[in-house]
């Protein structure tokens, strides 16, 4: 049974892995500085925590969920106590990407991420299609790199991420500076940024007159449509008017180098901001 400390085990992300590896096939030590995030451990999962260095005595794999910006300080924290061979895994690329994660070879580095829920499900179980994060009830896809360590280390990586992400569909192996482009260079820089400027457009008819729920059911249910045509979920095309509309829209809503937000210094320095 491979054995493993759980940093973080408490908070946000820490408690959703924790749930997940409750029944695991893995020996879980979990580890939490909060007293807030002990006793939520207790009282929701029946887990009690252990200290840092128990956790990591013979430990096999070391999961750190705990926020990006105190990835490097842990990790270093931890270093010393970590056997030749251990894997590291992460659960996001930034803190890996800006090299913040010790410089030992010896060590395995794994980093993985969920895609979360898709848009285009079949989810029919109600408390499924209210799991819009993921790794509770609704399945969703998930991207994985091997960072560095041995070829075969990924399968054990692989099998952690498919139980602390579950219900887990297609699984992607990608390279930690792939997944950099995907997060936060696809995710965030574009698909939130254009999400939070949709928002505005309607907080913008809203305050021209448009009833607020009129324009919200609207907006959202031609999200729906227009993104099944865009993304290939079902077959069809644009009517004449709508790409004429896309034709003018696009110069004048995004600038002509926008793509530049994924060359590789612009990742960096997004990065850097993270972390």
């Known amino acids: 049974m491979t054995s493993i400390a759980l940093f973080g085990a408490g908070g946000k992300m820490g408690y959703r892995l924790a749930a997940n590896l409750k029944n695991s096939p893995f020996a ?10 002990r006793q939520r451990l207790k009282s929701g999962l029946g887990i009690s925590t252990v200290a840092a260095d128990a956790a990591l005595a013979g430990a096999e794999v070391v999961i750190l969920a705990v926020p990006d910006t105190l990835i490097g300080r842990v990790a270093a924290e931890i270093a010393p106590g970590l056997a030749s061979g251990t894997m590291l895994i992460a659960l996001d ?4 990407f800006a090299g913040h994660l010790p410089d030992r070879k010896d060590l395995t580095y794994f980093v993985t991420h969920p895609c ?9 179980d109600p408390t499924a299609k209210d799991d819009h994060f993921g790794g509770l009830h609704a399945k969703q896809h998930i991207v994985n790199a091997l960072m560095q360590g041995p070829d075969e280390a990924y399968a054990l990586g692989e099998s952690i991420a498919r139980v602390i992400w579950a219900p887990v569909m297609r699984s992607h192996r990608v390279s930690v500076e792939q997944m950099a482009l995907l997060e936060p260079g696809l995710s965030e820089t574009v698909c939130a940024s254009l999400l939070d400027v949709m928002r505005e457009a309607m907080d913008e008819v809203v305050a021209r007159g448009v009833p607020r729920e009129a324009a919200r ?3 959202l249910g031609h999200l729906n449509i227009l993104g099944a045509v865009t993304f290939g979920e079902i077959q069809g095309v644009f009517s004449d008017a709508c790409n004429k509309a896309i034709q003018f829209g696009k110069p004048q809503l995004m600038r002509p180098d926008w793509k530049r937000v994924f060359e590789p210094d612009e990742i960096a320095a997004s990065i850097r901001r993270i972390t």
């Open 217 to 219: 059911d609207f907006l």
């Open 28 to 37: 879980v030590r979990h580890v939490e500085v909060s007293e807030a995030g």
């Open 116 to 124: 979360h829920p898709p848009i285009f499900n079949d989810e029919t």
């Open 93 to 96: 690329a930034a803190a890996p």
